[in-house]
Structure formats: C-alpha cells, structure tokens
C-alpha cells in the first residue's frame, strides 16, 4: 500500500453506505483518482464539509493494488471558492468544467496544465467578474487545444491553403468537424466526396473564437450575441471529438444550430 498527497479538485461524488462518500477527483500530479471518504457526512470526521465541488482540497490518501478505490486518509481545503455557487450561470458553468474534466482526463494519469487551466477558470468564476459564457467557452477552447483537437480557424485543415469562402453566402467558409476545421473548395470537395459532413460558419464567429483562444481574458467580453455563436460552434465541435453531448451542454445546444445558414447552402460545381 502507498500513501500519496496532491491538490485536488472533486469531480462527482456519490453516496456511499450511510455515512461515507465515493467522491472521484482530479490531483495535480496523480490524475484521476477515485477515493473512499469514510464517515465523511459525520461531524467528527476528518474531512467533514472538505468534500465541495469547485474548491481546490489538499489531500491525502492511501491505495492498495487490490481495489479501485484509494482510502481517504487526510483532506483540508487549500482555496475555498464560495463565489461559483453565488449565480446560476456561473453554477452551471463551474459544474459544465468539472464534467467535462471527468469525460477527458484518465485514472492516474497526470494533467497538470488542464489542472491549473480548471482552477484559474474557477477562480474568475467565484470573482464574478468576468460572463460565465465567456470563462466557459475560454476554458473549453483552452481544452480542445490540450486535446489536440484545436480546429483549424485561418487556413484550410487538409492543404493549409487560405480556405475562401462558399459562393453565394457572404461572410461564410466551408467548415468539416470531421475534417479538422475550415476547407478551401476543392478539400470540401474532395471531403464531401468521401463521406465527411460539410457545412458552412460564419468567418466572424472563427475570428471571434480565436481571438478568444489567444486571450481567454479579454479587456472586453463580447457581445452576449456574438459569445453565444462561438460557445455554440466551440461546443458542438467538440461533443463531436468526444463523441458523446455532455449533460451540461443539453439545455444550451437543445435549440438548433445558432450558426446555420438562414437559407440552404448550394452544391459547388
């Protein structure tokens, strides 16, 4: 058995008998880790009210080889954010980056800049300062980079070529999930030719995600319009790489596709 300490953040947790806790969290050095909190709903336990969402903890735990679940032997709350609660945008931004940190990151394996990019999102979160939907989307644009799944916003992803736009639709480029981003015509071509779904983006919304990626904290936020196009496109591609919808993108992406065409797209001849 081995006993190993680390920053954490809890993911989820979960009921566990009628006084313990099953709580997975994600450890600066370590990775995932799922952890036992024994007695943690009793007043006298050690890590009694430690186990919130949103905080940074400090904890200490022990591991056997025989079972997935390490014992929870130490916790104390490094960085207490009380803030991310205080507004429901901000709540549901905060749970949206716990979840999506649960989906990408693997037991015990270390993540230690999507660790310190989770806790600086939550720290702008508990401030208030800055729009929900901007830290969010921010934050997840900063993921698919650590992902490697950055798509390609300036040049097309297959030849790297200046992609153009789609005649007959101003201010539109052909645009692949599949493919890796923006498509100059003859890659759309060649893409719809192999069975890649091809639509069409608005370049603005592009730019304005990668203006968003190159500074996640802007001296000035978006309009709320404008920011609700990019968090509609950063969302939607990467539910596509992750191949599943998040239950904290449902309620945004259940209206349909803010960035599509108002009238159809016409074939390329």
Known sequence: MSVRSDRALVLS????????????????????????????YRPTSRYFAVLDLFDTLDLEWQSTPRSDLALLRRGDVA???????????????????????????????????LFERT??????LAAGARPADLVLTAWELGLLELLGLFPALDR???????????RGFAG??????????????????????????????????????RALWQDPRPAAAP???????????VERFLDYHLETRPKSHRLFLSVPNRNAPTRPVRPER
């Open 13 to 40: 947790r979960y009921a566990y008998g009628e006084s313990s806790l099953v709580a997975h969290v994600f450890t600066h050095h370590a990775g995932r880790i799922n952890l036992l909190a024994k007695g943690a």
């Open 79 to 113: 960085t207490r954010r009380a803030g991310v609660s205080a507004g429901l945008a901000r709540y549901r931004a905060g749970l949206a980056i716990l979840e999506l940190c649960e989906l990408v990151t693997r037991p015990e394996a270390a993540e230690p800049r």
């Open 119 to 124: 806790e600086a999102a939550l720290d702008d």
């Open 156 to 166: 097309c992803a297959a030849c790297g070529r200046p992609p153009g736009l789609v």
């Open 172 to 209: 539109r480029t052909a645009f692949s999930a599949g493919a890796g981003g923006r498509l100059c015509a003859a890659c759309a071509r060649d893409a719809r030719a192999s069975g890649r779904r091809v639509g069409t983006l608005p370049i603005s919304v592009l730019d304005a995600a």
């Open 223 to 233: 309009p709320p319009e404008r920011l609700a196009l990019v968090r509609d496109f």
